[in-house]
């Protein structure tokens, strides 16, 4: 049983939640300010957190900030904030997934379920792959980068496009195949999502983020994984 923090100070949003999470058998906390939600996700370890960013004592992006300071939990923003720059700055803190208010419940539980299916690991059946370059290593198995012989923390939807990516070496992969393995079908014009990812996994992995050799550009069509 998969648990979920719901963070939201709309006590009707919350309720709605509750109620359609444990009809499907998750186990659910709830919180209406920022720091009742960090103190939740420390105590509680969430499988995935439902976060608005408009809360009542501090900005929804720094409560993503203060969860990824030591987790990689999957963070989906459920948010009245309608503008990309608001979008691209919740993404690039940390969230996973961004879902604007008013939204269908049916599509926030299938994105919730998704952020918690590219979290869980890769059992060693479906086959053990470790892919070398000068500076860094991908084991897809274990699901562990390492990097001048440390850890590399990424969050889940950074793995997971790290992984499409290393899984087609030296191949084309379009924008509208990334956005919809890693974000779900009915993304395929969301490209500043891709922006905002590939750019962090060139500053965590890439020798020389703005000259990248691993993680290349083909303008206007998609990126490409050069080992």
Request: aromatic share 0%; net charge neutral.
């Given at each position: 049983?998969?648990?979920?923090?719901?963070?939201?100070?709309?006590?009707?949003?919350?309720?709605?939640?509750?109620?359609?999470?444990?009809a499907r058998k998750y186990e659910v906390d709830s919180a209406y300010d920022g720091a009742t939600a960090l103190r939740l996700a420390a105590e509680r370890h969430p499988d995935v957190v439902v976060l608005d960013l408009g809360l009542p004592d501090m900005d929804g992006v720094d409560v993503i900030r203060g969860i990824r300071g030591w987790t990689r939990v999957p963070i989906l923003v459920l948010s009245a904030r309608h503008s990309s720059d608001e979008k691209v700055a919740a993404l690039d803190a940390g969230a996973d997934d961004y879902v604007t208010k008013p939204f269908g419940m049916d599509e926030l539980l299938a994105r919730l379920r998704a952020a918690v299916r590219r979290a869980e690991p890769v059992s060693a059946a479906e086959g053990a792959v470790t892919v070398e370059t000068e500076s860094f290593t991908v084991d897809l198995a274990a699901k562990k980068v390492r990097r001048n012989g440390a850890d590399v923390r990424l969050t889940p939807t950074e793995w997971h496009l790290l992984e499409v990516l290393v899984r087609n070496s030296g191949r084309l992969v379009s924008q509208k195949q990334l956005l919809q393995e890693v974000w779900g079908p009915s993304y395929g014009t969301e490209t500043n999502y891709l922006r905002v990812y590939v750019a962090q996994l060139r500053r965590k992995l890439e020798g020389d983020p703005a000259h990248p050799r691993h993680f290349v550009t083909e303008p206007g069509m998609g990126y490409r994984f050069e080992p």
């Open positions: 049983m998969h648990r979920v923090l719901v963070v939201d100070d709309e006590p009707q949003i919350v309720r709605a939640l509750v109620i359609n999470l444990k």
